[in-house]
């Protein structure tokens, strides 16, 4: 069994986006005053593809085609060990794999080098006891900024045998005809990956520089209690995701009531804003437009109709995200960008 990975949850920006579904675009003009959102100074970053994360990547890939052997020890780095592991921070349980197991990669530090460095040299059936603080950096928010007590049991080691990287094995496996080129190819998708993560990352610049540039004195109750039940959806979305409450994933990502607050404000802030820009520029969809905005949305997410598309999605709801993305796509168009 394999631990739940929360290292998603942080990214409710782009989940957000989508919360826009059915929001009331009325007249915001009586609580905002609209800066200059054409002149906006942003900066775009995108992530470096390294050598290490090429190598990571194509490990990653191969993960399917390993072969396992079981070995009777000591744990090496590299290996693949079954333990029983109970998490515990204070009296709270936060992970617990006593029953079923839980299958990790000595190296890939998934609790922390600590935790590796603990198991390596151990054999099967031997019991460890240890204590691990986590800084709030940490990547498992579960983890992060928690002293953890472990007790682990390890129940099996096995050596994972990758396959041989031959230009047969790439051409059978990935459709390319050499070892080289799958590598290229490799780093072509990262960087592509990259690119995207930056786009996304820049366009939420946009819409903060935008509402940072306005005077916003209040804001419409219908509104507030909209986007509350909206975000609220989302988080709500991570929760049935990880099969977990609602009230563990605020307790996961330190999100206490006040800043559940500010997460409604700005989903008000936000709407209000681009609802503004949208009305000034008069941004507008044509019902062919729209068509064919949702055409493509379908096929980006892997619908097979826009008929399967509005059964998930109400369509005023999409067009509304869509405008929203136009406006978005404006702020961009008029913006100082610079990349680094």
Same mark, same amino acid.
């Given at each position: 069994?394999?631990?739940?990975?929360?290292?998603?949850?942080?990214?409710?920006?782009?989940?957000?986006?989508?919360?826009?579904?059915?929001?009331?675009?009325?007249?915001?003009?009586?609580?905002?005053?609209?800066?200059? =959102?054409?002149?906006?100074?942003?900066?775009?970053?995108?992530?470096?593809?390294?050598?290490?994360?090429?190598?990571?990547?194509?490990?990653?890939?191969?993960?399917?085609?390993?072969?396992?052997?079981?070995?009777?020890?000591?744990?090496?780095?590299?290996?693949?060990?079954?333990?029983?592991?109970?998490?515990?921070?204070?009296?709270?349980?936060?992970?617990?794999?006593?029953?079923?197991?839980?299958?990790? *990669?000595?190296?890939?530090?998934?609790?922390?080098?600590?935790?590796?460095?603990?198991?390596?040299?151990? *054999?099967?059936?031997?019991?460890?006891?240890?204590?691990?603080?986590?800084?709030?950096?940490?990547?498992?928010?579960?983890?992060?900024? !928690?002293?953890?007590?472990? !007790?682990?049991?390890?129940?099996?080691?096995?050596?994972?045998?990758?396959?041989?990287?031959?230009?047969?094995?790439?051409?059978?496996?990935?459709?390319?005809?050499?070892?080289?080129?799958?590598?290229?190819?490799?780093?072509?998708?990262?960087?592509?990956?990259?690119?995207?993560?930056?786009?996304?990352?820049?366009?939420?610049?946009?819409?903060?520089?935008?509402?940072?540039?306005?005077?916003?004195?209040?804001?419409?109750?219908?509104? =507030?209690?909209?986007?509350?039940?909206?975000?609220?959806?989302?988080?709500?979305?991570?929760?049935?995701?990880?099969?977990?409450?609602?009230?563990?994933? =605020?307790?996961?990502?330190?999100?206490?009531?006040?800043?559940?607050?500010?997460?409604?404000?700005?989903?008000?802030?936000?709407?209000?804003?681009?609802?503004?820009?949208?009305?000034?520029?008069?941004?507008?969809?044509?019902?062919?437009?729209?068509?064919?905005?949702?055409?493509?949305?379908?096929?980006?997410?892997?619908?097979?109709?826009?008929?399967?598309?509005?059964?998930? =999605?109400?369509?005023?709801?999409?067009?509304?995200?869509?405008?929203?993305?136009?406006?978005?796509?404006?702020?961009?168009?008029?913006?100082?960008?610079?990349?680094?």
């Amino acid at each position: 069994m394999r631990k739940t990975s929360y290292r998603l949850l942080p990214l409710f920006g782009a989940v957000l986006l989508m919360a826009g579904c059915g929001s009331d675009s009325g007249d915001y003009s009586k609580y905002v005053t609209l800066g200059d =959102y054409q002149n906006l100074k942003v900066t775009k970053t995108v992530e470096k593809v390294t050598a290490e994360r090429v190598d990571e990547y194509e490990k990653e890939q191969l993960e399917e085609y390993v072969e396992y052997e079981t070995v009777d020890g000591p744990v090496k780095e590299g290996q693949l060990v079954d333990v029983s592991l109970l998490a515990k921070s204070g009296d709270e349980v936060v992970y617990d794999f006593s029953d079923d197991g839980y299958e990790m *990669v000595i190296g890939d530090g998934e609790f922390g080098e600590q935790v590796d460095e603990a198991l390596i040299g151990a *054999v099967a059936a031997d019991e460890l006891d240890l204590e691990v603080s986590y800084d709030d950096s940490f990547e498992d928010a579960m983890l992060a900024g !928690h002293t953890i007590t472990y !007790h682990i049991v390890v129940n099996s080691i096995s050596d994972m045998i990758y396959p041989e990287l031959t230009n047969e094995f790439v051409k059978e496996n990935f459709g390319v005809t050499s070892v080289d080129e799958w590598r290229a190819s490799l780093k072509e998708e990262l960087q592509q990956s990259y690119e995207e993560e930056a786009e996304d990352t820049l366009r939420t610049d946009l819409v903060q520089a935008a509402v940072d540039a306005c005077t916003i004195s209040g804001y419409p109750k219908s509104l =507030y209690k909209q986007k509350k039940k909206e975000v609220e959806s989302s988080y709500q979305s991570y929760a049935d995701m990880f099969n977990c409450s609602l009230s563990e994933v =605020y307790d996961m990502l330190d999100m206490d009531e006040q800043a559940r607050e500010q997460e409604y404000i700005d989903a008000v802030n936000e709407t209000m804003v681009l609802a503004e820009i949208r009305k000034q520029e008069n941004l507008t969809l044509t019902d062919e437009q729209m068509q064919e905005r949702m055409e493509a949305y379908a096929q980006e997410n892997e619908y097979d109709s826009v008929s399967e598309l509005l059964g998930d =999605y109400d369509e005023n709801g999409l067009k509304e995200y869509f405008l929203n993305e136009a406006a978005i796509d404006y702020l961009e168009a008029h913006a100082t960008i610079t990349e680094n």
